[in-house]
């Protein structure tokens, strides 16, 4: 064993800089929602279900392995995001922004084990949970105007 590779490990160890405070959020509440959450909830939304047009019914469960590896990829990003939305200082300090923040990841964590089982409903049972904690979440800290027609639930 050459003790060269090893005592090099070790001096770059001890001189990268320990650090005990978590870092700071990098992206705005906003941000994360335009450029993680919702491009991920939307795609994972789009690989389950039907869809009836004119034409028909559109089926849209994935058909090929690539297709259920990229609602696995798309349910992790969700589970992440809420990850992320728990951050200390990314949003509100309020019990309630947890428990909407956690929902989201456990509804990603339900995403991304139905996806790998490739079951079609479980698939579609947990982005109705996806669904369910943005309405949840949304409908608390997105104010809405007097004569929306989007009603508090």
Not at 12 to 40: C, D, I, R
Not at 65 to 91: F, H, M, R, S
Request: proline fraction near 8%; aromatic fraction near 8%; charged fraction near 20%.
């Amino acid at each position: 064993m050459r003790p060269a590779p090893l005592l090099a490990a070790l001096v770059l160890a001890a001189a990268w800089p320990a650090t005990s405070q978590p870092m700071a959020p990098m992206l705005t509440v906003k941000e994360v929602m335009k450029h993680v959450v919702n491009p991920a909830a939307e795609t994972f939304w789009k690989g389950s279900g039907s869809v009836t047009t004119e034409d028909g019914v559109e089926e849209r469960a994935p058909t090929t392995d690539a297709a259920w590896d990229a609602l696995v990829n798309a349910a992790a990003v969700v589970l992440e995001g809420g990850v992320i939305l728990k951050t200390p200082g990314q949003g509100p300090a309020d019990p309630e922004w947890q428990r909407f923040s956690q929902q989201l990841a456990d509804a990603g964590a339900l995403g991304m084990a139905a996806a790998r089982a490739k079951d079609e409903d479980k698939v579609f049972e947990a982005g109705g949970e996806v669904y369910n904690a943005c309405y949840a979440c949304h409908a608390k800290y997105i104010p809405r105007p007097a004569n929306s027609l989007w009603k508090q639930p």
